[in-house]
């Protein structure tokens, strides 16, 4: 009942509304990029007006919500009018005058920066990373967001291995990973971000804590919401191929059809990779066990069954910009996965011939449509279904050695392994899934700056697994395992004290139920009889929360959240996932946290050629039952294959983040950011026993609490050729030293780590062509990740891109 007071309050305040304003900012500049001085630019029919100074820069201040005409005068030019639907606090427009005397809006800064400042403006703790620099070099969309204030990618190896998110000291399924919106488990291990090229992405929103009402769900440590290119207004085609170090090959290609007269639109893309991962190890879990049991540690080898390979095709029809909807596609997504897996968990035990398959064919619906019916009545659909199936396979009994070789006893015997297979017995684990999943938002705009929403998600996935090498009757069985939750979000958006104030306040109802069936085989009265162990459970829950932003002064803006988050299990760490080395906890909790978030955002200020912004942030979260993976606590077991989610108890993460980009001209770009927390383990008694644990206000184990990165890029026009471009770039990252076990051993602490790359990109003068080179860890450094596992050394990678835009 308090909390619907506070709702209510809040709603009484907040309709105290005052006139809706924005500021337009921005640069008057030639084809060339040479700024337009003395240039008079006027909203049409008022006297809001603004004359561009020596670096053509001018400011509209107060511009009343609605249609406007911007009237731009120069003597270099005839009069020109710009017509602008004016609907949010502020725009970055630059107004471009080409040599025929020809005006127009900047549309890469109309909507790549605009965008971008708005979403980081809104008081949510957000980095939008754009990615249109990436998507011509040979980068993939995971080392993008490594280099990202505040995320950590946790990869067990090479592409194609296992993959975490670490958001500020939150990892795991806690933090949500979207397409468009839609969780990306729906559509499958065999697509997912080791091979959406960033060339498919239009940008990549990273959510730190609280989330929009668009992305709203049971996740409590953030999400990545990855947005690919829906760009309408020309037809095109783009393609480009790479090949670099350890036989990594990739390629993809996308297009874009749309009939003006009809709206009729088309979407296509796909994209293909491939490598070996048969990098170099020397690192101390990398060893050779001679025949009389000596190890031999730090021992140089290769990787030697490690290869990937993943097949996606993205397919979509509809129409946009029509009468009766904004955007509506039918959508059919096709994937297929090869992944040779090389060991568990750890690198203790080598593995030969355990392999995963996946494949997926998911089918979508999308509607979009503003002022449905009523002005201001506003309603989006996602639908997506989804026909999953993994094979793993794990027959091959012999024991193997780093070097790739079976080992041999004192008689040169081969060595069986303890159970017959490379991990436990032998199995051909066959899992179907089917997942639905449906995202629904219908929004109100009651007046200019205040909107209602309703957000519902509704998830479930129908999943059997069967091991074909097991024959029980007429079936091979082990389990059948549902789940489904239904997520309720009401959100109220207003923006308040002339533009300055934005806030976002919300309540959220979860359900969630699991049924699991699992049946085995026991003998009885000398008969082999099946027997079905049946589960069945049902929670509900509630959490609520409120972001805001306040323009402090006009390049200074405070932000703040905070939020009671709930988080259901999902079905790997219900069920379990063979795939991922992962066994079933069906009896593990919810997890529940208390997430607050407080930060500020200054600039961009330029001062002659120069631009500088900075942003930091300031988090804090409680979690209890807090869902992760079970770490060693034997510091004498390396060998560790399998691991299994569990629910820690009482946890903390405070910390800090910020990042620093500084810009000359448009030629010089120079950014560096840092994140550190401590992540501690806050249960100080055992509820069962009432003894103190042992590792009470001990940092977590496994999670990499201080990061940072740095980037600089330089840009050389017309060097080679005339309206060319040449791109250098260089970026450093930095992991300090973690354990990754409970227990004090200088063993299990993952020593510090520095990662170095350097690229380069050349523009030919039509734009059509663009080819890239990078080395990757310039160094050849030792670098580690997940328990740790040591990832790839130097690499060397060359790519062509090729674009054919107004077809």
């Known amino acids: 009942m308090k909390h619907f007071c506070l ?18 900012t921005g640069k008057v500049h030639l084809l060339d990029g040479t700024p337009v001085s003395k240039a008079t630019v006027r909203i049409e029919g008022t006297k809001i007006v603004s004359v561009s100074d020596d670096q053509g820069l001018y400011k509209l201040e107060q511009v009343p919500y609605g249609k406007q005409t911007i009237l731009v005068t120069s003597v270099e030019i005839k009069s020109k009018k710009l017509p602008l639907e004016v609907n949010k606090p502020t725009y970055d427009l630059h107004i471009h005058i080409d040599p025929r005397g020809d005006i127009s809006l900047d549309e890469v800064r109309v909507q790549g920066n605009s965008v971008k400042r708005q979403i980081e403006t809104k008081g949510f703790a957000v980095n939008v990373i754009e990615t249109k620099e990436a998507s011509t070099r040979n980068i993939q969309t995971n080392e993008l967001l490594d280099r990202t204030v505040g995320v950590r990618v946790r990869q067990s190896g090479g592409l194609g291995s296992e993959v975490q998110y670490n958001l500020n000291g939150m990892t795991g399924r806690s933090v949500g990973i979207f397409i468009d919106g839609i969780e990306i488990s729906t559509y499958g291990s065999s697509f997912n971000l080791n091979n959406i090229p960033p ?27 990855i947005v690919l290119k829906k760009g309408t207004s020309t037809n095109n085609l783009s393609a480009s191929i790479s090949y670099g170090s350890f036989n990594t090959s990739q390629a993809d290609v996308s297009g874009l059809y749309r009939n003006p007269k009809s709206g009729f639109t088309t979407r296509v893309s796909g994209s293909f990779l491939n490598t070996d991962n048969d990098y170099e190890i020397w690192g101390k879990f990398s060893k050779y066990i001679e025949p009389n049991g000596v190890v031999q540690r730090n021992y140089r080898t290769k990787r030697f069954f490690d290869g990937y390979r993943a097949l996606s095709g993205r397919f979509e029809a509809g129409f946009t910009d029509v009468k009766w909807a904004d955007a509506f596609f039918l959508g059919y997504n096709i994937s297929d996965s090869y992944n040779e ?26 509607y979009n449509k503003k002022d449905l019916l009523i002005p201001g009545l506003g309603l989006s659909t996602n639908a997506v279904h989804s026909f999953r199936n993994t094979n793993i396979l794990d027959t091959v009994p012999w024991a193997y050695n780093w070097d790739g070789q079976i080992r041999l006893d004192l008689n040169g015997n081969p060595i069986r392994t303890l159970d017959g297979a490379q991990q436990g017995k032998p199995s051909m684990t066959d899992i179907d899934r089917q997942v639905t999943n449906i995202r629904t938002n219908l929004s109100y705009d009651i007046f200019s700056g205040h909107r209602l929403s309703v957000n519902h998600v509704f998830y479930s996935v129908a999943r059997k697994d069967k091991n074909l090498l097991i024959k029980d009757g007429n079936t091979g069985i082990n389990s059948s395992n549902d789940l489904a939750k239904n997520v309720i979000s009401f959100n109220y958006e207003a923006q308040t004290l002339n533009n300055k104030l934005t806030t976002n306040l919300f309540y959220k109802i979860y359900q969630q139920s699991i049924g699991s069936n699992i049946f085995r085989s026991i003998i009885e009265n000398d008969q082999t009889v099946i027997v079905k162990d049946e589960m069945k459970d049902n929670r509900t829950n509630t959490g609520y929360g409120l972001a805001a932003s306040y323009r402090l002064f006009d390049r200074v803006i405070l932000l703040a959240s905070a939020e009671r988050a709930v988080r259901m299990p999902v079905d790997m760490e219900t069920f379990g996932s063979p795939e991922d080395n992962v066994l079933a906890n069906p009896g593990i909790s919810p997890e529940i946290s208390n997430n607050y978030n407080a930060g500020f955002r200054l600039g961009t200020y330029q001062f002659d050629n120069h631009k500088i912004s900075l942003g930091t942030n300031v988090f804090w979260r409680n979690t209890k039952d807090r869902i992760m993976p079970k770490a060693n606590e034997l510091i004498n077991n390396q060998e560790i294959e399998l691991t299994q989610y569990i629910n820690l108890g009482l946890s903390q993460s405070v910390g800090f983040e910020g990042e620093l980009t500084y810009a000359h001209k448009d030629n010089l770009t120079v950014m560096f950011n840092f994140s550190k927390f401590n992540s501690l383990f806050k249960q100080e008694f055992d509820e069962s026993t009432g003894q103190k644990m042992t590792y009470y206000n001990k940092q977590i184990p496994n999670e990499p609490f201080y990061t940072m990165n740095g980037n600089v890029h330089y840009r050389l026009d017309n060097l080679i050729q005339k309206s060319s471009q040449l791109n250098l770039f260089y970026n450093i990252g930095y992991v300090a030293p973690f354990s990754t076990v409970w227990p ?33 860890n310039v160094f050849n450094a030792e670098i580690y990740d997940n328990f740790g596992v040591q990832k790839p050394g130097r690499g060397f990678y060359l790519k062509l891109n090729y674009t054919i835009n107004n077809i």
């Open 199 to 225: 060339a498919m992405i239009e940008r990549i929103e990273v959510y730190k804590g609280v989330l929009p009402a668009h992305l709203t769900g049971d996740l409590l440590g953030g999400a990545i919401n």
């Open 341 to 366: 897996i090389q060991h568990g968990q750890t690198m203790g035990t080598p593995y030969m011939g355990r392999t995963s398959e996946a494949s997926a064919n998911v089918l979508s619906l999308t």
């Open 744 to 776: 004090d051993s200088e063993w299990f602490v993952t020593p510090a780590q520095y990662a170095q790359n350097l690229g380069m990109s050349y523009v030919f003068p039509s734009k059509k062509i663009i080819l890239a080179l990078d080395v990757k």
């Open 7 to 24: 709702t209510n309050l809040f709603l009484l305040i907040t309709t105290l509304l005052f006139a809706q304003q924005s500021t337009i």
